[in-house]
């Protein structure tokens, strides 16, 4: 038995004790004001409260869809500040952009919130125009309006979190450069250093999506209503906020008075965090969950001729990478880098996944304008060997390999194409030294030039390859070729120029050139381009997986038989 | 006749415990597949042979292989080392310090004593794994980094265990009686706290062994411990775990060795403890 | 008695300012600056300055400890970089998860624990009594985390006898919250099909937690019954004539008690352990999972508080159990 033989006690200890024994009482007894329960409404806001719908109550299982995927990199609800396809895919379900792409009709904006819009040379700026829906109308009952629109742009510009870069970078979107005309019309200048059709692309994605002033402002706190927003929602979108359980669920209800045609078949839908593969397979063959996103190839190779679901493939716009610091030794040295390039067997990484993926070796994926499909690099030891000692490299020369914890893209471990890839590289006598970290922790240390081999993925914001080329072209846009410490004033220059290309045939002509380059100069060995694998229960109609279009899997098209 | 030396006694003491003789057995067993992990592994055990992949268990691979093609046998086989291996780093490390803390406490008494054991009740109110999770996550996830965490959870029961003794010891005639003498302080400990305090430290440790070696696999397991493709046990259940249902044997070889290793310690730990502790010899 | 009372409180207090020592030691040691974390990739040089500012991570470390201290005894334990709310927030959401899978675990343990090994202890060197020690050492021999993925595996992907990962199924509400252990909610608001399907949920992780705990309390059971049975005062009692039953309830049973009660106290440590395995598995939300995620995104505002929270409990709990104690039995108040 443990004794304790302190014998005084000052009065500022017993303050202290009494202090942390209320802490952990109160931790236990606090929970009961916090509105959790299911039955109530979705705390309604001044400007929610008029036509505000009933949200929560009970929804039977027919009318409810169980969307199983692994949730875990979910950070925020708020659609100015989501970056995390956990975020994304519920706040694409709840908030409006201006345009979008249709699903499964890639490349063709079409309008949502905005009705037409036009483009014009306003002198040293261009000048685009949008004219907003009259129908349109948050959950609240309210009209979207173009002071709206300003308000939402101009709170993620101010907020600057991660996805922040796309309006203030990509677009180079100042806030006295949005301008409400009328309450249907907005205007938005931008310089001409800009492409208005890549801007029109980067409105798409849910940073520019269109959130309620009047339920917002009052709710702004000390971090402009960031908090607020994880537990209430304030679109114009399919479906509204219920609640969202941390790591557990987010459980997302019908707005009932949905403005955009007819209002979605599933009165329900939850997004159930299933980080464990096994289980992700178990909770589509017993039925628990409709849809399961991202099986691993072994768990669809199990699944395959279940006749209770149906697997759904789709080819991602994913690129899966291994990063090389171009500054740190010996990767500083360009034929090191190819070197090492051409040690890798490619086919087998393709065969490690069960095949659900594509070789893609160049930075613009298939299916994006400029995509070569040149593929040059296949396992040569022998060359790789002779570019080494080229570069005076010694047998043995140890690297750092930081790789990400649990699956990748195409569904195998993070750690599995890691071992596959230093086994490669072993046969050349170079040594990697795996280590594994949390994605976050990993993108931490690479955004600060911290890596010297860091494998990990890219997903292009907007489906425009300037989403893909600029990051990992040009230097100064502090992405990916900052990451790597790249620095290269010929691949910085082609992106400028390609990206404000107006004349597709010339833009595909300059792209295909920098690709290129980017293979056999950058800093990356491109590996594969994931296919995605989702397990759809039979009962479910109208399920659709589109990579280009923000959100993913739109719910409201889903319905069961 | 001549009267049987301590070590002959706790031998004949020690045979007729057989769950213990199982355990020792078990235990020489694991430590000679960790010797000769080279000599008994048919495969590399880092050797990635993508045809094999996942291939089942039988002649070509004993206990199958794994994902990249790697042979499960040959990796259990040189796991045996690093599990091995790290039990005995962290006891040695923990015991060793914990032992001169709680050494010095004891003799020292007074303040010193005090304030040492109440550093030990710090480090006891912590649930073991969390401070160790926390220590590793601190250093940065490494095999190294882990036995530290787990070394620097393990020492005060080895200050506590060893105060106790030397309690108990100093009032005892023969320290008395050394120190009337004039023997040093430092002579004293040598010569005879120390060696009477081994007993209770051996019992211990060897609970301590498996303790550590289901420590380390756990912070392995979660991703604080060895990094792939190093064969440790708990980072091959981690690895196989998307495989469980579908290719049992990725995880069900690493974990029923584990269960051994450390079945084999406590049962020899068990063992030792009624033979050495006269408390509780029937 | 007071007087003891107070004096184990006053412990308490010292242990508990250690491990705030402690854990902002570690805090100090991690590799991050938890400004640059919290402000994310865009964040502006002047930007991070600020906010460190702000935090007062510009002072020197004594300071900053001593801020922490005064912080805490206000019960604010920081912001964590990762969910970006309070970490006292975020400790109240998750901790009625664990709380209920440790009790249900401890439960468990004691109902499995105790009465095999008092079994095993009467019938020595039976069948039974090995049978009950091989299962005693397996329990404490096998990994938690591949016992619960088997677990899993078979009752749930297998033979569907039971649910899967989760508090509750994912369609199904929680109850209207009280204390926040769903079982305990929807016992006392009625809600039976939620009663149910929780209960269903917490059977495994609780079996697969509590089974470590029960081997060691079956072999305490088991070791301190023999211990009395060997006792002067039964040999006596046999002595008279006293039924079998008599003696072991009477006698042996009530004076093994206090090791086994001991026993639970110190077992509920390695609850807590375990949970961090057990929860990562069966995907529970509870503070186990909480001070994974934590830890392996650096968030040490988040690990701190967590840490913190886990080092109250247990030594708490122990202090409840030597408190208990001595009222049953003063002589252990001498000490």
Known sequence: ?561 | MLAASPRQLFWRRFRKETTALIGLVVIIAFFLVAVFAPVLSPYDPLGQHIPSSLAAPGGEHWFGADKLGRDIFSRIAYGARISLLSGVAVITLAGLFGSFVGMFAGYAGGWMDESLMRVTDIFFAFPSLILAMAIAGALGPSLQNALIAVAVVTWPVYARLVRGQVLVLREREFVQAARSVGATNSLIIRRHLFPNTLSPLLVQASFDMGGVILAVAGLSFIGFGAQPPMPEWGVMISEGRNYITTHWWLTFFPAISMLFAVAGFNLVGDGLRDVLDPRLRK | MARFILRRLAGLVFVLLGVSLLTFFLAQIVPVDPAATALGSNAREEQIVAYRQQLGLDQPPPVQYLNYVQRLLRGDLGQSIRTRRPVIDDLIDYLPATIELSLAAMLVAVLIGVPLGMLASLRRNSWLDAGARLFALVGGSMPIFYIGLLALGIFYRQLRWLPGPGRLDATMQPPTQITGLFTVDALLTGNWPVLGNALSHLLLPALVLGYFSAAVLLRMTRSSMLEMMGQDYVRTARAKGLGEQIIVGRHVFKNALPPILTTVGITFGSLLSGAVLTETIFSWPGLGRYATTSVTTLDYPAVMGVTLVAAFIYPLVNTVVDIGYSVIDPRIRVN
């Open chain 1, 1 to 561: 038995m443990k004794t304790f033989r302190c014998l005084t006690a000052p009065a500022t200890r017993w303050l202290g004790l009494f202090v942390l024994l209320s802490l952990l009482l109160s931790a236990c007894a606090a929970p009961a004001a916090a509105p959790t329960s299911g039955d109530q409404p979705a705390a309604p806001t001044a400007g929610e409260q008029a036509g505000a719908p009933a949200v929560g109550g009970e929804v039977s299982r027919e009318d409810t869809l169980v969307f199983a995927a692994d949730q875990t990199d979910i950070i925020t609800l708020d659609p100015a500040v989501a970056y995390e396809f956990g975020g994304i895919l519920p706040a694409g379900n709840m908030y409006e952009t201006l345009v979008s792409f249709n699903p499964g009709d890639p490349g063709v904006l079409v309008p949502v919130l905005a009705t037409s819009w036009d483009v014009a040379d306003d002198g040293d700026m261009w000048k685009l125009t949008f004219n907003l829906d009259p129908n349109a109308k948050f959950a609240s009952g309210n009209p979207v309006t173009a002071e709206d629109v300003a308000f939402s742009w101009g709170r993620a510009i101010d907020i600057n979190k991660s996805p922040a870069f796309l309006l203030i970078d990509v677009c180079q979107i100042a806030k006295e450069n949005v301008t409400a005309v009328d309450a249907a019309t907005l205007e938005l200048k931008l310089p001409k250093t800009v492409s208005p059709q890549v801007c029109l692309a980067v409105l798409t994605f849910t940073t520019a999506a269109v959130v309620e002033k009047a339920a917002l402002e009052p709710n702004m706190g000390s971090d402009m209503g960031e908090s607020w927003l994880n537990d209430h929602s304030a679109g114009s979108g399919p479906y509204v906020l219920n609640k969202w359980d941390r790591s557990v669920n987010v459980t997302l209800d019908v707005n009932p008075t949905y403005w955009g045609g007819t209002v979605p078949a599933m009165k329900r839908v939850i997004i159930q965090n299933t980080p464990e593969l096994a289980n992700l397979q178990a909770a589509i063959e017993t039925g628990d969950a409709d849809i399961a996103q991202d099986l691993g190839s072994e768990q669809a190779a199990a699944l395959e001729g279940n006749p209770d679901l149906t697997l759904v493939r789709g080819l991602s716009t994913l690129l899966v990478y291994v990063g090389m610091n171009a500054t740190k030794a010996p990767l500083d040295n360009p034929d090191v880098r190819e070197a090492i390039r051409y040690a890798i067997n490619y086919d087998d990484i393709i065969t490690l996944l069960g095949g659900n993926a594509e070789l893609v070796q160049e930075i613009i994926p298939i299916g994006f304008l400029g995509h070569t499909g040149n593929n040059p690099f296949t396992q040569d030891i022998a060359k790789a060997k002779e570019l080494l000692a080229k570069a005076g490299v010694a047998e043995g020369t140890e690297i750092n390999f930081i790789v990400p914890t649990a699956t990748a893209p195409g569904g195998v471990e993070w750690s599995t194409v890691a071992a596959k890839i230093q086994s490669d590289v072993a046969q050349i006598g170079l040594t990697l030294n795996i280590q594994q970290l949390q994605q976050s922790e990993l993108l931490n240390i690479y955004r600060a030039q911290g890596g010297e081999l860091v494998m990990i993925n890219w997903g292009p914001d907007f489906p425009d390859p300037d989403g893909n080329v600029t990051p990992f072209a040009n230097y100064d846009a502090k992405s990916l070729a900052f990451r790597n410490d790249w620095n290269d004033p010929k691949a910085i220059e082609m992106s400028k120029q390609a990206a404000i290309e107006l004349d597709p045939a010339k833009r595909t002509e300059l792209y295909a050139e920098l690709v290129d380059y980017v293979m056999h100069n950058g800093p990356y060995i491109m590996l594969y381009q994931p296919t995605r694998i989702f397990g759809v229960r039979n009962n479910v109609e109208g399920f659709m997986y589109d990579p280009n279009d923000t959100p993913t899997t739109s719910f409201w098209l889903i319905s069961k038989k």
